[in-house]
């Protein structure tokens, strides 16, 4: 199984600054037949499902703001958050569907500072 | 606009079987007209964290959880345009948050967009 770090398992941010979270996978994520990190992240929400924010790394998804954005390649990947809103602090999770199974990190909490 | 509903029991007793239903709103899961459309589940708890589970795909394609996979079904049922988990021999374990999950593999793959509302489970007696 490909297995997902998450670090920092948390941390805390004001209001209107960055938040940085990083996934490492312990094998590639690089599809090279389409050239494509099959890497996701997701936000959660108390008590809600998880919502696909990014895919392909850095892709994102539909309605997704673009205060979200996402980067790396092959094993390292970042989740950049600008701008942090009220709203923004929950948890975050990177999940890699480059293989099955497909698994996810432990999460991330972002807090208000 | 896809939706998943969830239905299921909330207590399942030990060595049961646990049954969940997700009903599809939205799209059809029919693969004549679904040919796009994947369907998944994924459990939640507080020692594993999120845990993938399994996936049907509209071609009746199944991949399972390897270390579920003595214990899971999953299945779709097109005449109600919804999809199931089963779950054998449940312990505690087993006790989670479940969802059902949907995405679409078009030439390549794309992760779970749609989410079910989720279902606590507990495994007790």
């Known amino acids: 199984d490909i297995v997902m770090t998450q670090y920092p398992a948390s941390l805390a941010v004001s209001v209107g600054e960055r938040a940085t979270i990083n996934c490492k996978s312990s094998?590639?994520?690089?599809?090279?037949?389409?050239?494509?990190?099959?890497l996701a992240w997701f936000l959660q929400r108390p008590g809600q499902p998880p919502e696909l924010l990014i895919y392909?790394?850095?892709t994102r998804q539909s309605g997704v703001p673009e205060r979200f954005s996402g980067s790396g390649s092959g094993t390292d990947f970042t989740l950049t958050i600008s701008d942090l809103r009220a709203g923004d602090m929950t948890v975050y999770y990177c999940?890699?569907?480059?293989?099955?199974?497909?698994?996810f990190g432990q999460g991330t909490r972002v807090e208000l500072k | 606009q896809l939706n998943l509903q969830q239905s299921g029991p909330g207590l399942v007793k030990p060595s049961e079987t646990l049954t969940l239903t997700c009903s599809v709103s939205?799209?059809?899961?029919?693969?004549?007209?679904?040919?796009?459309?994947?369907w998944g589940w994924v459990r939640q708890s507080p020692g594993k964290g999120l845990e993938w589970i399994a996936n049907?795909?509209?071609?009746?394609?199944?991949h399972y959880n390897p270390s579920l996979k003595s214990r899971v079904i999953i299945s779709k049922d097109t005449s109600n345009n919804q999809f199931s988990l089963k779950l054998t021999s449940v312990t505690a374990a087993d006790t989670a948050i479940y969802f059902c999950?949907?995405?679409?593999?078009?030439?390549?793959?794309?992760?779970?967009?749609?989410w079910g509302q989720g279902t606590p489970v507990i495994v007790s007696s």
């Open positions: 999950a949907s995405g679409v593999e078009i030439a390549v793959m794309y992760p779970f967009a749609y």
């Open positions: 939205g799209e059809s899961i029919d693969p004549i007209s679904s040919s796009s459309w994947y």
């Open positions: 049907i795909y509209y071609s009746g394609t199944i």
């Open positions: 094998q590639s994520l690089l599809d090279s037949s389409n050239d494509k990190n099959s």
């Open positions: 392909w790394a850095s």
């Open positions: 999940q890699q569907y480059y293989s099955f199974p497909w698994t």
